[in-house]
């Protein structure tokens, strides 16, 4: 990783710590925390209110996506889900609520604050089939195909390598499996010049990928059946969008596949 890029995550981590502490802060007030201050077109409001009443204050307050990829990600009983870039936990929580005791959600990320903040929420949910874990989204520490359906909440756009964050959630989804995301896209015409002027990286908007480059990045990664479909506009030529593609059922199992920590069942 080169240095600009060194900077850029660090730049982003430290955004996401300030997030959790304010929040985790706020929480000791007599009226509970306040959320973390987004626009209309990011945070909780984009859950609905039956969804927001079931968990912690602080995971609702702390919530920075773009999106509600539990929403579209169709989770079943029993199935393992990953949650890149899981923040303060809220879609950790409620993948959880969906998978069921036979199931079980996992949430992935780099920030300490914003682990301890989620530990504290599941703890708070009472949340038994719940594992967070420290580490990025461009080296996922699970093995190969130990995921059914990976989801992410406008955190991809943040990564300073889409392709190494698409070749880990290839590996680690098991034949068949499948992504459902929410993240920030561009319109192809837009340059990452262009992009960067509507808005800084942490604030999701300069690191976008356009649509077409969002597709081939996938397809490369090997996934098929892939569909980006734009939601709401973020800025002038960006958009949310809510991602889906899939695993081939007969892929094969990877050169290598140790990589990664063992997920515990």
Known sequence: MNEQSTDLRETVRRRYAAAAVKVAEGGTACCGPQPVEVDENFGSTLYAADERSVLPAEAVAASLGCGNPTAVAELREGEYVLDLGSGGGIDVLLSARRVGPTGKAYGLDMTDEMLALALA??????????????????????????????????????????PAVFAETYRVLRPGGRIGVSDVVADDELTPEARAERGDYVGCIAGALSFTEYRQGLEAAGFIEVEITPTHPVADGMHSAIVRAVKPADAGEPADSSAGADASN
């Open 121 to 162: 929420n599941a703890e708070k949910a009472g949340a038994t089939n719940v594992q967070f874990l420290k580490g990025s989204i461009e080296a996922i520490p699970l093995p190969a195909h130990s995921i059914d359906v990976v989801i992410s909440n406008c955190v991809i756009n943040l990564s300073v390598d889409k």
